[in-house]
Structure formats: C-alpha cells, structure tokens
C-alpha cells in the first residue's frame, strides 16, 4: 500500500496563477484533510472531507477550494494564487474521525513568487 | 474557539537526560489530546493519543485538566528521538487543532 500520496512534491507559481493539489490514498478512508504548514504556526486545516462528494471549510479556507469526486481522491484548488499561499501543504486521512489516527502525505512545498 | 500552544520552539537535550514538552491548551470542554512527530525526511505520524493512555518509544503525557496542559515525557533521550514534535486537540471529532510546534534536539 503506498499510503497517502500527493502530487506534485513542490511547485513554484508566479502570483495570479492557478494550480491544483492531488491528494490519493489507497486505505478506504472516508474522510480526508488539507492542511498548510507555516513556520511557528503549526498545522492549520484548510478543507476537509467526511466522505466521498462531501467537503466543509476548516480554519483557514480563503482563497482555497475542495473537491472529493471520488472517495481515494482529495483536490486542492488556488484560483489565483498569493505569496500568503507560499507553505508546505499536507494531506491526510483516516478511517474514524479524529477519534482514530491520522495518516499523512509527505507533504507539497509551494513557493508563490 | 480551541487553541494549544507550545511555548518552547526548541528543546535541546544530552542524551540520556529527562524530557518534557509542554502543551497546554485551551477549551471550555473535555477534548480528546493527540502528539505527532515528524522525524527528518519523513512524514509526520501519530505519536501517541490520551485517550488509549498507551506509552510509545518510552514517551507518556498526561492530561492535566487544572493546569490545561498535556505535557509529554521522556526520561531518558535518544538521539533518535529528535523530531519535530506537534501536541494537537480536538473538541468533538473532525477537526484537529495543532499547536506550533517544538523542535527537539537530542545532543550525543
């Protein structure tokens, strides 16, 4: 089982441009997350999912959006992106809520310039 | 709304010495309390939980619901066990709260 995975590992956009974040996993999970990684400020949730076709805002949502067509399958949009955006985005997912383990991507470094 | 902060950044320890990394965090309620680690070049994974009260790598936190916190513990260091290591809440289910981190240094 090759896990979480996420596409591409990093990016660099000029601001204004569009991109879209593949997340995959292959364990079954319903639910599934987004989060950024800013230095000092921990994880914060982007988007998340409860299941397949279902998406609802997290912490920090602008400028973001979500789609889950399929249930392995979880999609970061940036319409336009901002050098705010410039973080380490991670996904992850697990079986149960919170409750139970999260399982992580290794993660996707995006440089917004 | 939840918060957990993590007031050291850095944490640098000898081998062999006592560790403790301090969470403390802030809810009205009674939240379920997590710790990730991130080891170098790898992904960051479940460390341990509150709930399932389980001692992992020899690390235990206990919950302390008068001073808020969930501080984790360690008595001996390994160099291994540098990391990055995240103490996380959530209230109800879904959503994970994390806190900013502290980078621990295991010197030989």
């Known amino acids: 089982n090759a896990g979480v995975t996420q596409t591409p590992k990093f990016r660099v956009l000029k601001t204004g441009q569009s991109m879209t974040l593949l997340c995959a996993q292959d364990?079954?999970?319903?639910?599934m997350y987004w989060y950024r990684q800013d230095p000092g400020m921990g994880l914060r949730l982007i988007h998340y999912?409860?299941?397949?076709?279902?998406?609802a805002k997290g912490e920090v949502p602008d400028g973001y959006n979500v789609s889950r067509l399929k249930k392995q399958n979880f999609l970061l949009g940036l319409e336009s992106a901002a050098p705010s955006q410039t973080s380490v985005y991670f996904c992850?997912?697990?079986?149960?809520?919170?409750?139970?383990?999260?399982?992580f991507g290794p993660g996707t470094r995006l440089l917004v310039l | 709304a939840q918060r957990v902060t993590q007031p050291e950044k850095l944490l640098s320890v000898f081998k062999g010495a006592p560790v403790e990394l301090k969470c403390n965090y802030s809810?009205?309620?009674?939240?379920?309390l997590f710790w990730y680690v991130q080891y170098s070049r790898q992904r960051l994974q479940l460390l341990l939980r509150?709930?399932s009260r389980e001692s992992i790598k020899g690390f235990t936190a206990d919950l302390n619901k008068g001073e808020t916190s969930f501080h984790l513990k360690k008595p001996f260091a390994q160099e291994e066990d540098s990391a990055m290591y995240y103490c996380?809440?959530?209230?109800?289910?879904?959503?994970?709260?994390f806190g900013g981190g502290t980078r621990l240094m295991v010197k030989p």
């Open positions: 992850a997912s697990s079986y149960l809520p919170v409750w139970g383990t999260q399982y």
């Open positions: 364990m079954n999970h319903e639910y």
């Open positions: 999912s409860v299941g397949e076709g279902t998406t």
């Open positions: 809810y009205s309620g009674s939240p379920e």
């Open positions: 509150h709930i």
């Open positions: 996380a809440l959530t209230p109800a289910g879904n959503m994970l709260t």
